[in-house]
């Protein structure tokens, strides 16, 4: 986790705070998520999950996640919605091949890189995502209302970055998965709306969002989507836990990781517990020294329509 710091434009007027955590779920011996957030050379918050069933995938997670930094100066290049799209598996494999090599050289199975990876940043006015497998986002309307995208794949195999390295394991993954055409589900939710659109699986997933108007941003592991009572074992809602966890009381300092540890605590008294790790980070803008906690979605690269 990185510091957060305020970054304050020419005038005083608006400011954009970020910062980014990740922490341990509670049925794994070690935390397969990694986090990180900065500034230079554009504020940026990168998350990757590493798979439960790859070795050392904690590792391949970091290495993912460094490498991911280091690609920011080209993704500011990228100038529209279709330079997005296009590169996006472009610099999905530049980034990849740059980490096998790393893995390599440390004398790691190439496995180690079977990892989610989620790259956010911010050009000033807009927030650009790209999705390289499953995960959570999260915004509050400026009404006060909550919506959540979630990115999900068929018998739960998220489609890996590692899989481009290897033709055999990128065939194996296809008969895995069924059907490669609707393989990628991607789930709407507001609190007043639902809505489910089904990709083919190297769909690029790639997301914007317009700061003037949603003012916070969050991108998270799929581990937010773990949370389970350990009296019955039913699963909690992904729109309940945004709720609670986009409710910023404080934005100075570390202000993902004091609400998260807040709200992990609350949820073990109440006895709802994380099962898989979880990987948060957050983009507020502020207006005039206040910060706006509302946001809604509005994807510039859509995914689906968006429900009224």
């Known amino acids: ?179 490669p055409e609707t393989a990628q589900s991607i789930y709407y939710q507001s609190d007043v709306a639902e809505s489910k659109r089904q990709e083919r699986f190297d769909a690029p997933t790639v997301f914007s969002f317009d700061l003037a108007t949603f003012p916070v941003v969050a991108v998270a592991t799929d581990g937010l989507d773990s949370f389970v009572s350990a009296e019955t074992g039913a699963r909690l809602d992904l729109q309940p836990v945004a709720h609670t966890m986009l409710d910023f009381h404080r934005l100075d300092g570390a202000f993902v990781q004091r609400r998260l540890r807040e709200a992990l605590a609350d949820c073990a008294q109440r006895q709802v517990i994380n099962v898989d790790d979880i990987g948060m980070g957050a983009f507020v803008r502020r207006l005039d020294g206040w910060a706006v906690q509302a946001l809604p979605m509005n994807s510039k690269v859509p995914v689906w329509e968006m429900p009224p």
């Open 1 to 179: 986790m990185l510091t957060t710091k305020n970054n304050t434009d020419t005038d005083g007027m608006d400011s954009l705070l970020l910062d980014a955590y990740y922490t341990i779920g509670r049925l794994h011996l070690f935390c397969q998520d990694y986090a990180i957030s900065g500034w230079e050379p554009v504020p940026h918050l990168i998350l990757a999950d590493g798979c439960s069933a790859a070795p050392d995938s904690d590792l391949g997670a970091r290495l993912l996640t460094l490498n991911a930094r280091r690609l920011l100066p080209r993704l500011a290049r990228l100038t529209d919605d279709r330079d997005h799209l296009a590169w996006h598996w472009p610099l999905g494999q530049r980034l990849i091949r740059r980490a096998a090599r790393q893995a390599r050289d440390l004398g790691l199975d190439p496995a180690v890189l079977d990892a989610t990876l989620l790259i956010a940043w911010c050009d000033g006015t807009t927030v650009y995502v790209h999705l390289y497998g499953d995960g959570c986002l999260a915004v509050r309307r400026a009404d006060g209302g909550i919506a959540t995208i979630r990115v999900e794949y068929a018998e739960n195999a998220p489609y890996y970055l590692s899989y481009l390295l290897d033709p055999e394991r990128w065939a194996l993954y296809q008969e895995a998965i069924g059907e």
